[in-house]
């Protein structure tokens, strides 16, 4: 049993606990990415986890990224993240003046939800499916193609 509950100390500070980030948002990349300045005047970029937005070059690339900009640019932002991604930013839960930007996207119809991303129970799929049914946003075009294959369409030439 001593080695049961060692074991398990050993193993608590490598569980992956969610940290928070708050600051004011100053920059819009793109509708899944975003810049903050903490308290600190320390920027952060930001991806918005679950949710892949058309890129820029891409049909309602530009859309998507005002639809975020109406949502945080220059409001308060808490994120909620676990993990950087290669680039060095930081994935996690937006909360901009206490909207929910991640689920927001979606409902707007400026973002897909990513199913590599995203556990297959999360809400996100029945608001997408929503904006969907209702040909909200980028879905008023029946051939709008997801960001990952438009990448690697692109990638592929």
Known sequence: MPRLIAFLLFLAPCAAAAETIEGKVIRIASGDTLTILDARKREHTVRLAEIDAPEMKQAFGAQSRQSLSALCLNKAAQIE?????????????????????????????????????????????????????????????????????????????
């Open 81 to 157: 993240w676990r993990e950087q991604d290669p680039n060095g930013r930081y994935i996690g839960q937006v909360l901009c003046a206490g909207v929910n930007a991640n689920a927001e996207q979606v409902r707007r119809g400026f973002a897909w939800v990513s199913p590599r991303f995203t556990n297959p129970g999360s809400p996100l799929y029945e608001i997408e499916a929503y904006a969907r049914f209702r040909e909200i946003g980028l879905w008023a075009d029946p051939h709008s193609i997801p960001p990952w294959e438009w990448r690697a369409r692109k990638a592929a030439r």
